[in-house]
């Protein structure tokens, strides 16, 4: 079943949103010390990409995401890609951080298999590592200051929120453009002390790839159903060795 390229980057962003750090209220303790783990709840939102073509053609992407946290400092984040009517049904990923156990899982809607990989614990360092020195980009070096703008406080879903816009431009030439590029990311955050880093809205405006909206529709506060951290019946395990730490010929 051939997935389209539009799909995998919309699935791979939902997917980052879990591995994000996060900081919050409620606390892990584990046998090496204490981890700062989010307030338990649950959201979901639902995801908008608009990308107008050349020719004026509009081309609409939608999918779904929910983020399930709970007390232990689990996070689940199930993504939903929406297909056009007619065509296939709709494409779902599946990510799952279990820090306590060391543990992050996949899985997609096609096939009955979940994929278990290691996670190192963020509070043992590798003895050694690689340090390599970062690729710079031409485009890096060109692109102007980010300008940051406040915008204040709204309510989202009854939810009080914060919210900034950043504006960055890529001169002309930076990216073989004939014009300058300006790209607007806004983003609104509860203001709640507990739910800091929650993100309500988020809308990016991109003229290389359109305008993307994700938003807070559902949310829940307390623990999930302990059943969204768990595989199906059913499913085969797969499990994975954790990467190799390489250490440099120096050390």
């Given at each position: 079943?051939?997935?389209?390229?539009r799909v995998?980057?919309?699935?791979?962003?939902?997917?980052?949103?879990?591995?994000?750090?996060?900081?919050?209220?409620?606390?892990?303790?584990?046998?090496?010390?204490?981890?700062?783990?989010?307030t338990?709840?649950?959201?979901?939102?639902?995801i908008?990409?608009?990308?107008?073509?050349?020719?004026g053609?509009?081309?609409?992407?939608?999918?779904?995401?929910?983020?399930a946290?709970?007390?232990?400092?689990?996070h689940?984040?199930?993504?939903?890609?929406?297909r056009?009517?007619?065509?296939?049904?709709?494409?779902?990923?599946v990510?799952?951080?279990?820090?306590p156990?060391?543990?992050?899982t996949?899985?997609?809607?096609?096939?009955?298999?979940?994929?278990?990989?290691?996670?190192?614990?963020?509070v043992?360092k590798?003895a050694c590592?690689t340090?390599?020195?970062?690729?710079t980009?031409?485009?890096?070096i060109?692109?102007?200051?980010?300008?940051?703008?406040?915008?204040?406080?709204?309510t989202?879903?009854?939810?009080?929120?914060?919210?900034?816009?950043?504006?960055?431009?890529i001169?002309?030439?930076?990216?073989?453009?004939?014009?300058?590029?300006?790209?607007?990311?806004?983003?609104?955050?509860?203001?709640?002390?507990n739910?800091?880093?929650?993100?309500?809205?988020?809308?990016?405006?991109?003229?290389?790839?359109?305008?993307?909206?994700?938003?807070?529709?559902?949310?829940?506060?307390?623990?999930?159903?302990?059943?969204?951290?768990?595989?199906?019946?059913?499913?085969?395990?797969?499990?994975?060795?954790?990467?190799?730490?390489?250490?440099?010929s120096?050390?």
């Amino acid at each position: 079943m051939r997935i389209t390229t539009r799909v995998l980057t919309l699935i791979a962003t939902a997917a980052s949103a879990v591995c994000a750090a996060q900081i919050s209220s409620t606390t892990v303790a584990t046998n090496r010390g204490t981890r700062q783990t989010e307030t338990p709840h649950t959201a979901e939102y639902t995801i908008t990409q608009v990308q107008t073509l050349a020719n004026g053609v509009t081309v609409t992407q939608e999918s779904t995401e929910k983020i399930a946290v709970d007390a232990q400092g689990r996070h689940m984040n199930l993504s939903t890609v929406m297909r056009p009517a007619g065509q296939q049904s709709p494409f779902t990923f599946v990510h799952i951080i279990d820090p306590p156990n060391h543990t992050s899982t996949s899985r997609t809607s096609q096939g009955q298999r979940v994929t278990v990989r290691s996670i190192p614990d963020p509070v043992q360092k590798p003895a050694c590592a690689t340090h390599a020195i970062p690729e710079t980009r031409h485009s890096d070096i060109s692109r102007e200051k980010p300008v940051i703008e406040e915008l204040g406080t709204t309510t989202i879903q009854g939810m009080e929120a914060k919210g900034t816009r950043i504006t960055t431009t890529i001169p002309a030439g930076a990216e073989g453009n004939d014009a300058p590029l300006v790209i607007t990311n806004e983003i609104w955050r509860a203001a709640a002390s507990n739910f800091r880093d929650l993100t309500l809205r988020e809308v990016t405006d991109d003229p290389r790839s359109g305008k993307r909206t994700r938003e807070l529709k559902n949310f829940a506060q307390g623990d999930p159903d302990p059943s969204l951290f768990e595989p199906p019946q059913g499913y085969e395990i797969v499990k994975e060795d954790p990467p190799q730490v390489v250490c440099s010929s120096g050390q």
